[in-house]
């Protein structure tokens, strides 16, 4: 993929948000749109064969429009200025767990794993953190996952202990997540390199000890 095609429209876009540019400018869009779609075409075979769960969704299912639902709130600009695609089972409308792909120039990432997931599935993913918190623990805190990612993302967790579990939990912080992801971010200068499909691959591989888990718990359900 030509990434700096993709970054380079991106950073027009958000200088110049209004359909009047989108219009004048709409190949830049399409051709940028159309270096993702064979990007996402690529991975879709790639996560598949590492994660046989995935499924191969359809291309169009995983990608997100760059269009934006501005009925609601103040922003009102036209446009996303990002672009990119979840790959899961179902594709971007999913429940399941499934890897996101994120362009934005300054703010390029990798993410995998559950958003938000309906009150049942919730309660299965933590029963497995409950019953094999060590297993997990184990997969988050190991040297070389750590290099790329952090820690689980915390912006939804609950601040107090989940009805249904010990509040005394040796690990009770692992189950205070609504939503289970982990995510890396990746620098324009990686991004834009000949070194990007290797670097994801290390990311996508360090990934599948996190993503086996969490299917194992929705699997047993």
């Not at 990608?63 to 709130?73: K, S």
């Not at 190991?142 to 601040?159: A, E, N, T, V």
Request: net charge neutral; charged share 25%; proline share 5%.
């Amino acid at each position: 993929m030509d990434t700096s095609l993709v970054l380079d429209f991106l950073s027009q876009l958000k200088l110049n948000n209004n359909r009047e540019w989108f219009q004048e400018n709409k190949k830049l869009y399409e051709d940028a749109k159309k270096e993702l779609e064979g990007f996402v075409t690529e991975m879709i075979t790639t996560i598949s064969a590492l994660d046989p769960s995935v499924q191969t969704p359809a291309m169009k299912d995983c990608m997100f429009r760059i269009y934006r639902d501005v009925r609601f709130g103040a922003d009102k600009s036209p446009y996303k200025t990002n672009m990119g695609a979840f790959i899961a089972k179902g594709g971007r409308k999913s429940s399941f767990p499934g890897y996101y792909f994120h362009f934005e120039p300054g703010a390029c990432m990798l993410a995998a794993g559950v958003y938000q997931p309906e009150p049942d599935t919730l309660k299965l993913l933590r029963n497995e953190v409950y019953f094999r918190s060590a297993e997990l623990k184990a997969i988050i805190e190991k040297p070389s996952f750590k290099k790329h990612f952090d820690q689980l993302g915390d912006f939804d967790k609950m601040k107090k202990a989940p009805k249904d579990f010990p509040a005394d939990f040796s690990d009770i912080d692992l189950l205070k997540y609504r939503s289970y992801i982990v995510s890396g971010n990746i620098s324009d200068k990686i991004v834009t390199s000949g070194n990007y499909q290797k670097h994801i691959m290390e990311m996508l591989a360090e990934m599948q000890p996190f993503m086996g888990f969490l299917n194992k718990a929705i699997s047993n359900g």
